[in-house]
């Protein structure tokens, strides 16, 4: 779901976007972080956003969100974090475009929990994005998977917690590009 009152693109019909994953991705994934007072950007995160941002990208989050599911927080609780994160990357100059989460649960059989593509679909639709000049970019192979299924490359971040999906990747996704964390991806992608 958009997070932002349904804001919407009303940019001509080509825009290209990087799809983010969240947790272990722009910041710290301590499981569930749904308060700001837990909130820690990964190094270089903010930086990388302002120059994609800069260069023409449009910026949108898509995330598995499964604590609403479960009842650890709500849907208010995540928008009023991702609301004072607006905030803070604005005054940064490197404002997110969207959020887009789905706050089911594994058994719950949506569209919209990654490694399904409906998070991407929905906003490529919303944000006349062109998904096969676009990118998904995530920690997990399961981000990875919504992205090409999308239409869309992808790129896997290293992420220590996940060391048997980076090798699974490795093994089984050759054509996956891969990065140590997110500021290389955002320098690769600058230079295409």
Known sequence: MA??????????????????????????????????????????????????????????????????GRGYFSREDLENLQAALDRELADFGAGIDAWYYCPHVDGDDCDCRKPKAGLIARAARDW????????????????????????????LLY??????EWHQAARSLPEVKKWQDFAKAAEFLLQR
């Open 159 to 164: 992420n220590p917690g996940h060391l048997d």
């Open 128 to 155: 006349r994005v062109d998904v096969s000049s676009s990118w998904m970019l995530g920690d997990r192979l399961r981000d990875v998977h919504a992205g090409l299924a999308a239409g869309c490359k992808a790129g």
């Open 3 to 68: 997070s932002r009152d349904g804001i919407k693109s009303n940019i001509g019909q080509s825009n290209k976007a990087i799809f983010l994953d969240r947790d272990g991705t722009l910041n710290r994934d301590f499981g569930y972080v749904h308060k700001l007072t837990d909130w820690q950007w990964l190094p270089g995160v903010k930086d990388a956003l302002r120059r994609l941002k800069d260069a023409g990208w449009l910026l949108i989050v898509v995330s598995n969100q499964s604590g609403i």
